[in-house]
């Protein structure tokens, strides 16, 4: 039944109640961002000279760049390893990757003091900074994954460029103009499909080095020389289950019926992978004996153990059940859960095991800086939700129904 | 049209490996500059002669141009009774602690940057706008700077501070070892300010024997420890005090640069490119054998 199924645009309105409301949210946040840009980042945010990162960097960049990895993790095993039949997830995963990191984009230029000069690291490079490099691969990333996306923009579009008015002559060269696109891009994906591949695992881990810096600032249950691993293996492991939980969001919210049989299946594929960064995770704990902070109740112990009890402990058992693989509402229950749990782990390792030696104060977001990061996933929310209705992104029972439409997914 | 494909592949991997081997030597270097002359300069700061009077307060928002009142208003002691630290408006400051020896005699302890021989900000800065320069100093470029704040995240001292509150070209402020000046052939404006010569400024290395002499001749008035000396790797003011340094809150140090975990993790992810490059020829070969198994299969079917 899976041969019938193809990608194409849903067939809904853009407007709805839930629409409305992120469109309120979104509204809200542009008008505190307004505020960054007249005042500056003191004006809106609770940062100071004690406190440099904040929610911005924790939310916006860190647990975003790791919810991206849907991308990176579906390309590897729909095309690099070929596994076709996991091809109907990878277009959705790719768009949530690209908005995701665009987000990212715009959350780090947001963040910074001089945002006019986001540019500086092309040019101006130090390669001993771990922050280079993440920033660097992700400004490539990006732009990757908009060349990966393009295939999609050009399938929608051949045959059927329809300009009006005087435009209309200029139809048929543009029409060319994709054709050709098209058959280049088709020929070159491979480049840049591993490219990505290969940018994610660098960058996903070098996101880990950047507060090892910090020394003695980080709590040590954070502390680790072994952090970048920590971060790759928990990208990798939070990769299916964003898919996961976007894809039956998505349906849910566009009334499709979810594709079950390719999404417990790779629930399946979460449990080994959540498996080994457990094991390095405790580990990381035992052999530097950091458990002795986890003896007393305090904020960082809390957080600590909610992050792996329920981010990574309850949904690996989850994942593992035949009868969770199999009902939709438990696959989700599981998948939200690593999705938290990484959130969290990146919110904690920024932002929570961050003490200064002279702090003055403790850090707790403001309303700007929440209202910002909210309105940032809001607008990611209804990017998404054009995207689909535009694009032919989510795959749908073809209604020709004929044997000769079923081709090569690409992209 | 899939053979074809195959072909086309295999070209574009080769050129794609060459041109990546290609890019490495140049660029593996790249960074800010972090010169180690043995003819550095830096500060011995004597806690135990500073009466706390903050002229060097004065003199080094004069010297920077940042507002001030007059001088006069700095006899005013209240502002020592709060622990204050360097900031956007004073990029030094002087705290005041009790003495355990003397009740009567508070001890007074100048704070600013101490411009690490391995500096973390400098290791840390995402576009190298950070530099430790042979003549000790480690300066700030505005031209470079783009506001990320990664240097504030990495300093072991937290000094660099921040103007928030700047909606354009925010600048990263901290005690800049008054480069222009010494560029003129000038003393730092604290040094030349210091009533009592609480402040040495000379090359690191005499100030080292110095210190030591110091705490040889009188050993009851010194803690046998110059802070700076070997903490994180050495920094370019060193400081002598007359009861434990933790009591004055100086941050417990470990004596390896402070980059170092960081910087080797960093360069071992990168060497020469070699990882990222293995990777791709790595991916690019599962996914090669494993299309062409597919497309096998597909052929047999
Ligand atoms: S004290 Fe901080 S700001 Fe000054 S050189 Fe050292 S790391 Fe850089
Ligand atoms: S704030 Fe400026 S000086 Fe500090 S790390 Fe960022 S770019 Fe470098
Ligand atoms: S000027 Fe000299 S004595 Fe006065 S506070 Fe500064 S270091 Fe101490």
């Known amino acids: 039944m899976n041969d019938f199924m193809r990608p194409q645009p849903v067939t809904k309105k853009f407007l709805s109640p839930g629409v409305i409301v992120l469109l309120l949210l979104a509204a809200n946040g542009l008008a505190f961002l307004a505020g960054r840009f007249l005042f500056g980042i003191g004006a809106v945010t609770n940062l100071n000279n004690q406190y440099p990162w904040g929610i911005w960097i924790g939310i916006d960049v860190a647990a975003g760049v790791a919810l991206a990895a849907g991308g990176f993790t579906t390309a590897a095993l729909g095309h690099v390893m070929h596994r076709e039949q996991y091809h109907a997830v990878v277009r959705p995963a790719l768009l949530t990757a690209m908005l995701g990191y665009t987000m990212v984009a715009v959350g780090v230029s947001i963040d910074i003091g001089r945002y006019y000069y986001i540019w500086h690291p092309l040019l101006m490079w130090n390669g001993s900074s771990a922050l280079f490099e993440v920033g660097i691969c992700v400004m490539i990333y990006m732009s990757v994954l908009y060349i990966e996306f393009l295939p999609v923009v050009t399938e929608r579009f051949i045959g059927r460029v329809d300009l009006p008015g005087a435009l209309a002559r200029l139809n048929a060269p543009i029409d060319r103009l994709l054709r050709w696109l098209d058959r280049m891009l088709d020929k070159m994906m491979f480049v840049f499909i591993i490219a990505g591949v290969v940018l994610s695992t660098l960058h996903q881990s070098s996101l880990g080095t950047l507060m090892v810096i910090a020394g003695p600032k980080m709590h040590p249950l954070w502390q680790t020389p072994i952090s970048p691993l920590l971060f790759l293996l928990s990208a990798v492991s939070v990769g299916f289950p964003m898919v996961i939980f976007e894809s039956l969001l998505a349906a849910r919210s566009f009334g499709l019926k979810p594709e079950m049989h390719i999404l417990g299946r790779m629930g399946r594929m979460v449990a080994p992978l959540l498996g080994i960064y457990l094991a390095f995770k405790l580990g990381d704990l035992f052999i530097r004996e950091t458990f002795v902070y986890l003896k007393t109740v305090t904020t960082v112990s809390v957080m600590y153990i909610t992050e792996l009890l329920f981010g990574v402990v309850i949904p690996l058992r989850m994942f593992l059940s035949p009868a969770v693989q199999k009902s939709p509402a438990l696959l989700f229950t599981a998948a939200a859960l690593v999705v938290g749990g990484v959130a969290l782990n990146r919110i904690d390792t920024f932002v929570v095991a961050y003490t200064p030696p002279y702090a003055l104060g403790s850090y707790f977001p403001s309303i700007g800086e929440i209202s910002v990061t909210v309105g940032f996933i809001a607008i990611l929310v209804l990017l998404y939700r054009a995207a689909v209705l535009i694009f032919p992104v989510i795959s749908l029972p073809d209604r020709a129904l004929s044997p000769q439409s079923k081709y090569s997914v690409r992209g | ?301």
């Not at chain 2, 080094?60 to 709060?82: F, I, M, N, Q, S």
């Not at chain 2, 100048?110 to 003549?135: E, F, L, R, W």
């Not at chain 2, 417990?252 to 791709?280: C, D, M, R, W």
């Open chain 2, 1 to 301: 049209m899939k053979s074809q494909n195959r072909r086309s592949f295999l070209k574009t991997s080769t050129a794609i490996t060459v041109a990546a081997t290609g890019l490495t030597p140049s660029t593996a270097h790249a960074g800010p500059t972090n010169i180690l002359s043995p003819d550095r300069m830096g500060v011995l700061v004597d806690t135990t002669v500073c009466i706390g009077c903050r002229n060097c307060e004065w003199a080094c928002k004069t010297a920077h141009g940042l507002e001030t009142p007059p001088l006069d208003a700095y006899e005013d002691r209240t502002p020592l009774a709060k622990m204050r630290r360097p900031d956007e408006t004073a990029l030094t400051v002087v705290n005041q602690y009790e003495n355990p020896k003397e009740p009567d005699l508070p001890i007074t302890v100048k704070v600013q940057c101490m411009h690490c021989d391995h500096p973390a900000c400098v290791s840390a800065c995402i576009v190298g706008a950070i530099a430790k320069h042979a003549n000790g100093e480690v300066v700030w470029d505005t031209d470079k700077c783009i506001g990320c704040r990664y240097c504030m995240v990495a300093c072991p001292f937290q000094v660099p501070a921040f103007e928030y509150h700047k909606a354009l070209g925010p600048r990263i402020m901290k005690c800049d070892f008054c480069s222009e000046r010494r560029a003129d052939g000038k003393l730092p404006a604290c040094v030349e300010s210091c009533p009592v010569e609480a402040l040495t400024y000379g090359r690191r290395e005499d100030l080292v024997r110095i210190a030591k002499e110091r705490i040889k001749r009188s050993p009851d008035r010194y803690v046998e420890h110059i802070y700076g000396e070997a903490e994180v790797g050495g920094t370019s003011w060193c400081y002598l005090a007359g009861t434990d340094f933790d009591s004055l809150q100086f941050p417990k140090l470990g004596l390896n640069p402070a980059p170092g975990v960081s910087e080797s993790i960093q360069h071992g992810i990168f060497a020469y490119f070699v990882p990222p490059v293995s990777l791709y020829a790595l991916l690019g070969a599962v996914m090669w054998t494993s299309r062409h198994r597919h497309d096998e299969e597909e052929e047999q079917s």
